[in-house]
């Protein structure tokens, strides 16, 4: 058997050209043989049609269809987050530019962990986290693969500036990667603080702080998970700099609307923070990973700094080549700043900021024909892209089986979530190509799907 062809190199682009076509086309039969937003069948048929396709995992000989069938068979079986009528989680369509930018890093293969395996793109990762820092009113900004690392970075941060302890405060519609993240780091037992109308209670944060020993680090959040709702953040500030607590605001949804003119105002109070959460592969329609930590004293990010003398020895550095290892909690780590930045230098300010404005009149679109609607109940109107309904009279147990029949048929996906003691169904709405009409239709098929 011939050496394989290698995806980069001079003979590289060549090599992949007939490839990408397989692959294009292997993803355009794919979805066309699922026919809808995710397989029919559920996990069983799933798994049944992977096997079939994968058969021996490692053979004795090779398969030179491999690569068609198995894209092939993962397109038909995948969940398609352009299909507007798959809105059940933070799980954006990634833009097209965003996807073929992600190639180009492939098949190059940078690896962020010394200067002289990426010279570019270390070059690139250090301008546009020092944009994107100051977009949030921050000093510097570290890439990360997303919402979990950056809030569990964010603790580490403040631990470390405290001498090694900190308690943690949050509210109770707070991501569970903070609870998490303590409990990694060995912190003491998070506090939570009632969130009794979906977002963090100013009165019961200030009665918290008086009573709780010093060092405190308050989570405060800005585009909830289950709900999208909003923190009163400048409150949430004020409280911090008088009972002089350190402040993170886990802004890994809610740090999109950054970029519209008309919904940057739901996060003023945002660059009080000492850390910020950020996520590009929601609100920012980034194919994963996309995170993102800005922090507001770059002095902090001296916590992360380490040594290995066959990447950032000290004589190097001294002779200014960048040190990357102390960038990040990764060694080996890929440049997934060259999609964001060529997303941000194709669409402009402007060109996100109208994604993220479409995908929130949608919410307001389907907030409107829920109410409208008398077979269903509204939770409440939208923050940012996400609505919770329910039908009309109907138990918690109907709710989760709706749901589930809608996966299984392949229909639909909607997420679940549980505010007020009762169980809702979930839309979160990132596909900026949704119109109204796809929105009646999904009400029609919930509709459907409801026992009567």
Known sequence: MPTPPLASGPSGPGALRPLLDTVLDALDAGGRARGGPLPAGGPEAVTA?????????????????????????????????????????????????????????????????????????????????????????????LVTTGGTESNQLALLLAREAHGGNVHLVTGAGAHHSLTRAAWLLGLPQPVTVPAPAGTLDPAALDEALTELPRPVLVAATAGTTDAGLIDPLPEIAALCRTHRARLHIDAAYGGGLLFSERHRHRLTGLDAADTVTLDLHKLGWQPIAAGLLTVRDARDLTALHQRADYLNADDDTEAGLPDL???????????????????????GRSGLGTLVDQVCERADDLARLITAHPAFELYDRPTISTVLFRPAGATDDTVAAVRR?????G?????????NGRLWLKATLLNPHTRPDDLAALLTLVEGHTPR
């Open 49 to 141: 049609r992977m096997r079939d396709t994968l058969g021996d995992v490692l053979p004795d000989e090779g398969d030179p269809d491999a690569l068609r069938a198995l894209v092939h068979a993962l397109a038909e079986g995948a969940a398609d987050p352009a299909d507007p009528l798959c809105a059940g989680h933070l799980h954006c369509p990634p833009l097209a530019v965003a996807t073929a930018a992600d190639l180009a890093v492939g098949a190059l293969n940078a690896s962020l962990d010394s200067w002289d395996q990426a010279p570019a793109a270390s070059a690139l990762e250090a301008l546009v986290t020092r944009a994107l820092a100051e977009t949030a009113g921050a000093a510097d900004c």
């Open 325 to 347: 290892l102390s960038r990040s909690l990764h060694t080996t780590r890929r440049p997934d700043i060259l999609k964001i930045a060529v997303t941000l230098r194709t669409l």
């Open 405 to 409: 029949s809608l996966l299984n048929d």
């Open 411 to 419: 229909r639909a996906v909607l997420g679940r979530a549980r505010l």
